[in-house]
DNA sequence: GAAAACATTTTTGCATGCAATTGTAAACCT
DNA sequence: AGGTTTACAATTGCATGCAAAAATGTTTTC
């Protein structure tokens, strides 16, 4: 009655119901055939991101290892892996022998991650002034269009899809794949505070950012990267003002 | 004679010369006793960041990993937990099957780094402006004094220990943590990069640059944020464009 | 003699094992 | 009873094992 532990080991082709890691990770092809190319590691680090920033775990909640194994079907050797990778992007706490916690982050850490992001969109928007072809100033501008319909007609959902577009599009339009990859980590980060909520109430401060959307398309068709720069940040500064306001609600 | 490979798995409780990774591992807390707080990963991952940053892997070369495992006296565990991070950091590549190499970053990536530094230094002279207290100002200023003597007495390399603690230092007043861990990453990228060298020849690029450094202390004195952000901006582009003509040689 | 096919060694990715640390709760003392 | 101690369970950090994939070397074929 002791040999009964070590009898998983030997490869079976067929079996019932999957209830070991191992055993789910070998039914995992069969869940997902499609794209069974990234390596464990890099699918679980996705899996793993997303299921934080979508805010599944709480704030300062202790990630439990052996259940998140279970969960996403792999041993505890590639989560750790993406603990550490989370860990250095700041989303989760390492705590030397206790284990990883989902950072929770003060006030202070989203005034920080704001900055960051209206810096990182000022860079943005002044080397998209140098290098955006007219093709893709035309899809920013008719997203502004777009967005300023949804303006009108108060429709704060797709107005706020649109302006996250239009962002994501000058960064995109800046060229700078380096860029890219930091503005997705601290927009991910940001990602995790809900705010956009009372924007609709506080109408003054939506015309306000509508006017600013304005200007930052007038300096961008003029090119002019420093100006555009200097909007950029301050128009990111008033939305964490409103985002703030927004949250203490 | 094909058995003498596998015999050194017993575990021995005294042992003469220390020779596989586990005999190794097991002396590590006599050699550095005082320190033996952080994580193994952690010291791996800071050790191995500063190997490949100071150069001592060529770019492209491949990593090692069992090698370098017993180098650093470690399982491959958290060395590759180390490789994983640095992966996310963009100092190595991992290719799937086929092991970690060095990251080996053409003139574009270069370019798009120096252009991250910027717009990193440019918000970090934003903020700055915003929060810097009178003993921070004084600090650079006289870092700034001493680096004008460094000048006039033609001395390239103190110069420049002066001039990138001057940029530190403005980065440190923004008073923004994840600033600068990232600018940290990307300096850390650019680094690698050994420049710097011919601007003793360009004598009228050096002379440049000390007045740009004097434009940057006269906006940061007067507090004006936009105005030094677009100054430092540039003064990185010129700086781009100096490095980009010094490894040209 | 070069290229293709095969066999062998090495490396990689992941799972698991094990000792050490931490968390928890029952037993103990004052 | 309240707080301390001690035994126990769970968790963590790291080392190692193992199968699959790649790299390497050898033979074979034309």
Redesign the interface.
Known sequence: MSDTKTDAKTETEVMPPPASPAEIAAFVPEIRPELG???L?DEVLARLRDYIVEGNLRDGARIPERELCTQFGVSR?PL???L??LA???LVD?L?NRGARVRALKAE?YK??F??M???E??AG??ACESISAAQYAEIEALHHEMYGFYLRRDLHEYFRCNQLIHQKIVDAAG????S??YAT?AGQIRRLRYAANLDAKRDRWAEAVREHEAILDALRRRAG?EL??IL?KHLRNKQIAARESVAE
Do not use: I, Q, W, Y
């Not at 700078?176 to 860029?179: D, E, P, R, S, V």
């Open positions: 190319k990234t390596s590691h050797t750790r892996e993406a550490k990778v250095s992007e700041g390492l030397p850490d920080e991650l900055d960051l209206g810096g990182l000022a860079l002044r080397l700078n794949g380096a860029l990859g930091m601290v420093g720069s200097d940040f």
